[in-house]
């Protein structure tokens, strides 16, 4: 397609750079509690309108969702948001950085939310990830992962979903996407850049690319979503037909 990037092969040894870190803009929590809470001010501007779209996905999954599970969580602000909101959702929460796991086990007992879990470690770097995680999920959520990784983290994150996922469950992903070619706005054009400058594996990933690798692993988008600041959800379901909506 006219304009579309399609995603890079991993570097050559002798050209891979050490990889950064992500710029994940955690800080330290000043709303004290207990301590090695971390704060991402992302957080207070992308909640609401994630919590919109959880909303309505949620009410369309039949059964109602009973366990969910969040990779790379982060800080752990969202899940504190997501429990608050949805108290009959047992979510279980991840990360692979020992300073978002101890992040999020505070929030958590600050809280004292009973549907959030103990945070557990994964690296979405493995290929068998999903293979340490007691399954069927019915919704899996995922922010801001996808674009600060290598793509073989979104084959491993979309191949985990198939394995992990409910039949009648749902896959959402928020972040920053291209859209068939279309870099949204050219501050997403820049943000990718950016981002590919920092690490050459990075880079904001496009909409029929990660359709394509969803078909592969039984998924399929079935909504793309328009979120402020130009980014995207994409909700995934198994066994859908017909070509993805936005709204």
């Known amino acids: 397609m006219l304009g579309r ?17 992500a710029p994940r803009g955690w800080v330290p929590s000043d709303t004290g509690g207990q301590g090695g809470k971390l704060h991402a001010p992302a957080v207070e501007r992308n909640t609401a309108p994630i919590l919109a779209v959880l ?20 800080s752990g602000e969202h899940a504190i948001a997501i429990t608050q909101a949805f108290p009959d959702l047992a979510w279980q929460p991840s990360d692979r950085d020992p300073a978002g796991l101890a992040s999020i086990a505070a929030w958590r007992a600050d809280t004292g939310h009973d549907n959030l879990l103990p945070p ?26 996808l674009h600060i990784s290598p793509w073989r983290v979104t084959l491993g994150l979309l191949a985990g979903a198939g394995h992990l996922l409910a039949d009648h469950g749902a896959l959402v992903v928020y972040g920053c996407f291209s859209r068939s070619g279309d870099f949204v ?31 592969r692993n039984g998924l399929t988008i079935t909504r793309i979503v328009p979120m402020p600041a130009n980014n995207t959800i994409l909700v995934l379901r198994r066994d859908h037909s017909g070509s993805p909506s936005s709204s």
């Open 185 to 215: 706005s050219d501050s997403n054009r820049e943000f990718d850049r950016a981002i590919r400058e920092r690490d050459p594996e990075w880079g904001v990933r496009d909409t029929e690319d990660v359709a394509e690798v969803a078909a």
């Open 55 to 74: 909303t309505e996905v949620i009410a369309g999954i039949d059964p109602p969702p009973r366990r969910a599970l969040e990779l790379a969580s982060g």
């Open 120 to 145: 557990v470690p994964i690296d979405l770097d493995d290929p068998d990830w999903f293979r340490r995680v007691d399954g069927p999920f019915d919704l899996i959520f995922a922010s801001n992962v």
């Open 5 to 21: 990037r399609k995603p890079e092969g991993k570097p050559k040894m002798s050209d891979t750079p050490e990889r950064p870190t």
